[in-house]
């Protein structure tokens, strides 16, 4: 319904209400503005309405606010208006610095404590696992192992460094030490011993000549008589009937054994005994007579060898020329001077043999100290008594050529695989 043309005339005029509608009450003369305005504003509404027209603006009853003004020295001022709920985000503060800095040291130190605790939670359970199983282990022994009476860490309660560290190193301690029991109690640690002991017991029979040897040659290898330490060679002097060899220089006073045949089994047998006569063909003379007399001694032999010279001749190649030998036959004493000294191969028995005027003296060894790889010979001339006053050696026409020069007892391996030095 349209309204009347007497109310079209009114638009825009303020509508003054009666005094009747009022109920005869006392009206303030700015209530009655304001009501006028409100009436107004309706009609105006109604008239847009009915008229199609809805972009006609709402007349302003009020004077509208001033824009408030932004500072220049804040330009990120917040900006309000006389409405509370039309704000923009424009009007949020900057964040300083330092407010950010305290923000995040904030945090990191609550994380900082957080896991301090943790870790000190972590060692001290720990700590009570290792000293529970130690009290376990040593009251299954019969032991008894006194501990403190330990406390859970209360809340709030930070270990010292040092605590720190001792839980840590007791803790490593006893994992170490379980670790060495399971070993031990292992199958497997029994059958890896046994190796070892095998191993080791293998060297030493094998090489043990090496390590003794080595330890004869520094200290005396035999007892010789203050008799015998002669100082003028060249005095006859009574000596028993029983053969020796002595060798002032490296303290030898050694039997020989002259009853024995040149094969390798009676020169090993011989040996035992002292130093054995090498007598082949071309060098078989003896003590007073014209030719070589060959004499061979061990140098090293296994420990487990019979016989109490093994090591008679560890030191023989302390020898230089000059050095005087002596060599008691048929109660007199010979006395040699050395000439030469030679290394050579076992089977070069000719360097043994060779033609001569003289009384000779050889003495043969093993070289070097716990091998029998080569032979030391060590060559000396008769100078007492006088060697033009020595006798022919008997002859021989028996072969040298299967002879060997006899050396060391075979070594360990030798033995198992049966060869022979």
């Not at 008799?227 to 003028?232: R, V």
């Not at 009384?359 to 060894?365: D, E, G, S, V």
């Not at 070097?368 to 021989?396: C, F, H, I, M, Y």
Request: proline letters at 8%; glycine letters at 6%.
């Amino acid at each position: 319904m349209k309204p009347d043309e007497s109310e079209e005339r009114r638009v825009g005029t303020p509508l003054i209400p009666q005094r009747s509608l009022l109920s005869g009450a006392h009206v303030p003369a700015r209530e009655q503005a304001a009501q006028a305005a409100s009436a107004s504003i309706a009609r105006t509404q109604l008239e847009s309405i009915y008229s199609g027209n809805t972009t006609t603006p709402t007349p302003q009853t009020t004077p509208a606010a001033p824009e408030p003004q932004v500072s220049p020295q804040h330009p990120q001022q917040e900006l309000e208006t006389n409405n509370p709920y039309e704000r923009t985000q424009t009007n949020l503060k900057e964040v300083q610095e330092a407010q950010w800095k305290n923000y995040h040291s904030a945090w990191q130190d609550y994380y900082q404590k957080y896991y301090e605790r943790y870790y000190v939670g972590q060692v001290y359970k720990a700590r009570q696992a290792l000293e529970s199983k130690v009290s376990g282990e040593g009251s299954a022994k019969g032991g008894i192992i006194a501990s403190q009476p330990q406390t859970s860490p209360k809340e709030g309660e930070v270990f010292s460094h040092d605590e720190a560290m001792y839980d840590l190193r007791s803790k490593l301690l006893g994992t170490m030490r379980s670790s060495a029991a399971k070993v031990r109690k292992s199958r497997h640690f029994i059958p890896l011993t046994a190796a070892i002991v095998v191993i080791l017991i293998f060297l030493f029979l094998q090489y043990n000549r090496v390590l003794f040897a080595n330890v004869q040659a520094y200290i005396s290898p035999g007892d010789i008589d203050p008799a015998n330490i002669i100082i003028d060679p060249t005095t006859n002097v009574a000596v028993s009937p029983d053969p020796k060899l002595i060798i002032p220089k490296i303290n030898i006073d050694v039997p020989v054994v002259y009853d024995v045949t040149p094969d390798y089994d009676s020169q090993m047998k011989a040996m035992e005994k002292g130093v054995a006569y090498f007598g082949i063909p071309g060098a078989n003379s003896k003590p007073g007579q014209i030719g070589n007399t060959v004499l061979s001694g061990h140098s090293s032999n296994d420990i487990i060898d019979p016989g109490d010279f093994k090591f008679i001749f560890a030191r023989l190649d302390h020898l230089v020329k000059g050095d005087t030998i002596y060599v008691n036959y048929e109660s007199k004493r010979y006395t040699y001077t050395v000439t030469k000294m030679e290394v050579v191969k076992p089977t070069e028995v000719s360097k043994l043999v060779y033609a001569t005027d003289k009384p000779i003296l050889t003495l043969i060894t093993c070289t070097p100290l716990g091998t029998s790889l080569n032979r030391l010979l060590v060559t000396a001339e008769q100078v007492s008594p006088d060697p033009k006053a020595a006798t022919a050696a008997p002859s021989t026409s028996a072969s040298t050529q299967s002879v060997s020069i006899p050396g060391n007892s075979p070594s360990f391996v030798d033995r198992l695989l049966g060869n022979k030095e």
